[in-house]
DNA sequence: AATGAATGAGGGTTCATTCAT
DNA sequence: CATGAATGAACCCTCATTCAT
């Protein structure tokens, strides 16, 4: 820690972290294009331009840049959503929901292979690991949740299983997703909006279903 | 032709189709529990307690047995599927939505473990045999487009992107299907309810959100 | 034994031996074709138009139908090679020696398939059978070898080392005979003659070529 | 290019050399004892002391190393056939042919394994590489031919088909080879006379046969 | 720190042989 | 006798990981 080593660990460093930087880059899109199992570090080493060896001094192994590569990317998008504000003087609970919308579906359009793999991986016992990404569903499912909980009491939300109702909707989003990176022009705006309109008003015309339903 | 030989013949095919079964339904469980790359032809043929030989008597290889498994469910969910019929003297249409419902949700959940493999299946480029998995969710997902199309020309349906919404519908389903078949003991019918409850109508309760979304 | 059975038991024994033989057939072509790794009792099988268990019925295993195959064919090829007879009343050893050549090519040009897998056997350890082909081929270069000493010491063979000698020719028939096997419509007569004239005269021009060979 | 990473690279450049050298060794002689397709990798592995997959970081695969191992030893023989210069001023076509006799001889007795392997490739449809060992007998057979067709024109041959002699006459020198494989001691000078002395003159005595052969 | 040659467990597949019907 | 479904040893090859340099 003597001060004279500083400019040089900060070098090293910094170089550590831009070689660790360029391994994930290569194995997100190697992961994307391949899938976890198809994927070998020799695509992702090639990729990176670095040798074997290297690649085991910054992880510890594929399932390790996996994770590391996973945790990032669903940090980034995590990121964009923020719960919403249902208090006194909070703005209307649909413009901050349209807004993280846009945001996720903004960073989703520019991360098309990852969110690919993201889709992939839902409930994917393939994968050894499962457990960050559905802490991440977890995560969101919850935040849907709580929001349906708390729009229930309002009388925002008409009466329903906020569990079920909250998987229902982040299906509805992956669906969206998975139809997204695969639409090049698609106009994030309009998109918002049919989303929440899906959501809140359903495609039904009022009055020409019977009540059943 | 000869019906004197019919009897033996007959024993023996269906000796044939029920070993066949038994190794699809093998294949089934071991895909389902391990991903098709973690799934190695030992786990099927230690299930279905067979030769290793035996089984290469049944299939061409571990591809072959995944095409016949998900060919054969995919039918027998298809079958359950009806395009609903909005002729003059057809019964309501939320009521045939709702037995197609009905009849999917029944069959998904005494089928947990294809259900969880179809659900991670969607576009996975994992596994070599997406085109039978697409070419089954761009099937549904045109039903659900062309019934929109439909309702829309009859003003049933409010205006909307065809293609955008049945990506979105299909999602929804699917959301809910991951979650049913980690809920043991789910009320089919009051899930129906709310799946068509929250197409057609949504989840918010109508006057109290600003009319933008 | 009874004089009853008799009948019944001569028909038993010859459709025995025709079976036997149609499998020999098969095998025979299929190891031509394919060599002996490669065929497979698939092959035989499928070729003799019979069940696989039926094949063990008559040959204890791949190694044995190759084993009766080859000492069939090879006895038939051995019965066309006679002694050179030396005696004082015996026809001219050269015109004895022909026939023996005539009746070897003509019988090698009516087995092109087996001449060739025979050809392919020589020295080789991939077979697990050398001991059969082994003993033929040296049993026939004991036959030339010792009518090499006999003309040897009648002064009609200019001095030299019999055992080589005797390699050497056995050589050349099957250099001729592979020749042969890919030359449709050779003549026979003409071929003896070049053998017998090769092997006796060589192919010099005598007085052309100095001494020291 | 520079100086100063010559010495490492140069190193890691033999070893590898040798390491490659080592496989074919082994490879050379588990093909030869075994055969081609009784030889598996784990023989060639075992004799080369190395791991499985050590040895797929040289050769692509069996094949591979069967066709790499065929063509190194193929080129060396090669290299001591020498055709015969007919020139006005060249040494007596005689002499150069035992010139290459001797070169050939000798090799062949300094690598046994190898042509035993050699002599059991002729014609041989179980080897996926006929190919190589095929091209090469048809690239002997056409040099014996060529030089006959020269003697011919020059009056040093008697007329003869020389596409059937140059078959006999490889043959003569194959049947040679198999007697040398299995002679420990043999006199390569001596075996060269005779292989001479049989080609040009034959066994016979002249006079003591009728012309009719 | 970086390299890349070496490792070997593990996977899919083939095919000669057996045996119950 | 004949059948053909069943068996399992053996084979070739891949690839994540290690380690000497």
């Known amino acids: 820690m003597s001060?004279?080593?500083?400019?040089?660990?900060?070098?090293?460093?910094?170089?550590?972290?831009?070689?660790?930087?360029?391994?994930?880059?290569?194995?997100?899109?190697?992961?994307?294009?391949?899938?976890?199992?198809?994927?070998?570090?020799?695509?992702?080493?090639?990729?990176?331009?670095?040798?074997r060896g290297t690649f085991y001094l910054y992880f510890e192994g594929k399932r390790a840049v996996f994770e590391s590569l996973l945790a990032e990317s669903l940090a980034e998008l995590r990121a964009r959503i923020r719960r919403i504000d249902l208090g006194p003087d909070a703005r209307p609970p649909e413009a901050q929901l349209r807004e993280s919308l846009v945001r996720v579906l903004g960073h989703v359009l520019e991360n098309r292979d990852f969110t690919r793999l993201l889709l992939t991986l839902w409930l994917n016992p393939d994968v050894e690991v499962a457990d960050t990404v559905d802490a991440f569903y977890d995560h969101v499912t919850a935040l849907i949740a709580a929001s349906l909980g708390h729009g229930l009491r309002l009388g925002l939300v008409r009466p329903c299983d906020p569990q079920l109702v909250a998987a229902a909707l982040l299906g509805t989003i992956r669906g969206i997703l998975g139809y997204l990176i695969e639409t090049p022009d698609a106009d994030i705006e309009r998109v918002a909006d049919e989303i929440i309109g899906l959501s809140l008003r359903g495609i039904g015309v009022p009055g020409r279903w019977t009540a059943s339903g």
Chains 1, 2, 3, 4 share one sequence.
Do not use: C, L, W
């Open 3 to 51: 001060a004279e080593e500083t400019p040089e660990a900060d070098r090293a460093a910094r170089m550590r972290e831009q070689r660790r930087a360029a391994i994930i880059a290569a194995a997100r899109q190697t992961f994307a294009e391949r899938g976890y199992h198809n994927a070998s570090i020799n695509d992702v080493i090639e990729r990176a331009k670095i040798a």
